[in-house]
């Protein structure tokens, strides 16, 4: 899925924004399980270990919000110079803390507007990681603070060492400054202990807290690495114990290779290998937590539902009394879209009526079929889910125009002989698989501002190809040439197609009257049921329809009109639930804006 599926984000007081960490995305990830408590594990026996050396450690705990912590270390002439960059720029706190993970609390999941809104139509939402340029971004950032890592515990190998490193020794005599301020970090490690009994603080209940004190006691490990002498294959071997006991069942083989993986570095002396462990332990905590979270999400999600309107009406009151909230422009956008509906109904007689659910689908309508129009503020927390199906439209009038031209060039190389209508049912698979390379060619390309109508534009060139192709086939088959010219008639033909719809947008216009048509029957039925009743029946014929697919599905799934009118309908009604009486009707309601209230 794009995000094919995009998770997002709950740091702001106001809770109106995406969250940093992590997105939402759409998958089943079953039920989480939690299992029966076990004994508790035996106590590690004492081995030496190579851990970073300080020459003089503090036992104070790091502050936070940004102070380094205790007295730098030397680096020794002989450290790589990435190893020092990483040393000096990397992050101080490892890529999973407590506060990073703090979005995914309970509290804050259930106060967040941008899921509270989403778990109405996406009905597997859950988190994961986030990805995309943020994800990136977060991934650089932990390299570099693993890679910092490394460094420190070679640096602990080398001061512990019994012997003389000769590379430092030359540099020494050479004339090399070693003691200068560049030359000297401030450890990471403490803070990494800190953080991590953190968050098994926060992961692992009550029953087994006195273990994680007993265990992981900040000031004495710290001491203990500045000699070198922490028991790591025990500690890891405890931990696997521990967390296997509260994680859920499908994640305890990756807690037992994060425990071969830290015995391995230790037996081996590998400074990469001890750190992936580490790497892996963390890894699995933000699992566990996801898991939690997301266990949180499917129990609490009826009551979320059941409950979105009225929640979604006490967070924008408090925005709209704060004036955080401008009310005039998206009433004036409701007022226009009750007289276009009014001038629709004088133009022909697909609508019986104006109501204020009919005047908000023929303005869901419009904003989807016209890539210009700027979405009102009351739906900005709809935007990806109109946006998707803006794109989709689009998607579905520019392959119908590749098929129409294939059509045309067929009849243009065939003739008389043969009509383009009847090749279809032969062509049927032929026409499946130039419908997805077409997506193929066209996913994932668009720029930034760029416009879907735009982007089929751009590759009228290699569409033309694949339609030729598939031509060429037919004209194969009936004993006719297939010109040299062709492939450049085929492109001209379909920019021309492709103008006149971006600047005329005629199917655009009929495609939007079948789908307001077909979104005002779903929304009648709609808008006679509870919020959850909808969400259920949505939730099924989403299942009926997945199921019913393909197995080979192009690029971008093409979704019927029926699929969108349905959106459309569920997106209005719980819409005009929220929105009604705080924005759009006035006081004395349908005779301030020309609406009959059903």
């Known amino acids: 899925m794009k995000q094919n599926a995009h998770v997002q984000r709950f740091t ?31 106590q590690p026996n004492e081995v030496r270990c190579l851990q970073p050396s300080t020459a003089d450690v503090s036992n104070k705990e790091i502050a936070r ?19 020092v960059q990483a040393l000096l720029n ?46 990136e971004k977060k991934k650089l950032k932990a390299v570099l603070y693993w890679q910092s890592l490394v460094a420190e515990f070679r640096i602990t190998q080398h001061y512990n060492s019994l012997q003389t490193c000769s590379e430092c020794k030359a540099i020494s005599k050479s004339g090399g400054d070693v003691s200068t301020v560049e030359s000297k970090f401030y450890p990471r490690l ?59 069942p499908m994640r305890d083989i990756y807690a037992q290779e994060m425990a071969e993986k830290i015995r391995e570095g230790f037996e081996q002396g590998s400074m990469e290998a001890l750190v992936d462990g580490i790497k892996k332990l ?68 697909e609508f019986a009526r104006t109501t204020p659910l009919h005047a908000m689908l023929h303005g869901l309508v419009d904003l989807c079929v016209n890539a210009d129009s700027n979405f009102p503020e009351t739906l900005k927390h709809d935007v990806p889910r109109l946006g998707a199906m803006r794109d989709q439209i689009q998607d579905i009038i520019h392959i119908n125009i590749c098929l129409l031209v294939f059509d045309e060039q067929i009849k243009r190389l065939v003739g008389s002989r043969f009509n383009p209508s ?62 040299d010219s062709e492939i450049e008639t085929t492109a001209r033909n379909l920019q021309m197609q492709f103008d006149d719809e971006r600047l005329n947008g005629c199917r655009a216009q009929e495609f939007a009257t079948v789908l307001e048509g077909a979104a005002q029957a779903h929304a009648h039925v709609f808008d006679n049921m509870t919020t959850l009743n909808i969400s259920e029946i949505q939730k099924r014929h989403h299942n009926i329809r997945q199921g019913s697919q393909h197995e080979f599905q192009q690029w971008r799934q093409m979704p019927t ?27 004395d309601g349908e005779q301030d804006v020309g609406v009959e209230v059903e």
């Not at 809770?15 to 759409?26: I, M």
């Not at 924008?316 to 009433?331: A, G, L, M, S």
């Open 12 to 42: 702001h007081a106001d809770n109106s924004q995406d969250a940093t960490l992590y997105s939402r995305r759409q998958y089943n990830t079953g039920t989480r399980k939690f299992p029966e408590e076990q004994s508790e594990p035996p």
């Open 65 to 83: 919000g940004g102070n380094e912590p205790g007295n730098r270390i030397i680096i020794p002439p002989c450290i790589s110079k990435a190893d």
């Open 90 to 135: 990397a992050p101080y706190q490892p890529p999973v803390t407590k506060a990073s993970l703090r979005e995914l609390d309970l509290t804050l999941i259930q106060s967040n507007i941008n899921l509270r809104v989403d778990l109405n139509y996406d009905h597997d939402l859950h988190f994961t990681p986030v990805s995309g340029l943020k994800g």
């Open 190 to 248: 403490p803070d990494l202990f800190l953080n991590l009994k953190e968050l098994l603080t926060i992961l692992v209940p009550d029953r087994d807290q006195d273990q994680i004190s007993e265990y992981l006691d900040i000031p004495l490990l710290t001491q203990m690495a500045t000699y070198g002498v922490i028991n790591v294959v025990g500690l890891g071997k405890w931990l696997c114990e521990l967390l296997t006991t509260h994680c859920a």
């Open 282 to 349: 963390f890894d699995f905590l933000e699992a566990m937590k996801l898991d939690v979270a997301n266990h949180q999400i499917r129990s609490f999600r009826y009551h979320l539902i059941e409950d979105t309107v009225a929640f979604q009406k006490d967070h924008f009151r408090v925005r709209i009394r704060n004036k955080r909230f401008n009310v005039k422009e998206p009433r004036k956008w409701f007022l226009k879209n009750v007289n276009g509906h009014h001038q629709s109904c004088k133009n022909g007689d």
């Open 422 to 483: 009847d090749l279809h049912p032969i062509l049927g698979t032929r026409i499946k698989d130039l419908q997805s390379r077409i997506l193929d060619l066209t996913d994932g390309h668009m720029n930034p501002n760029e416009t879907m109508a735009q982007m089929w534009s751009q590759h009228c060139g290699a569409i033309a190809l694949e339609l030729t192709n598939a031509a060429f086939s037919v004209c194969k088959r009936v004993g006719c040439f297939l010109p």
């Open 561 to 587: 009109e029926d699929d969108m009118a349905r959106k459309l309908a569920h997106i209005a009604v719980i819409h005009m639930r929220v929105w009604a009486d705080m924005v759009y009707l006035t006081a």
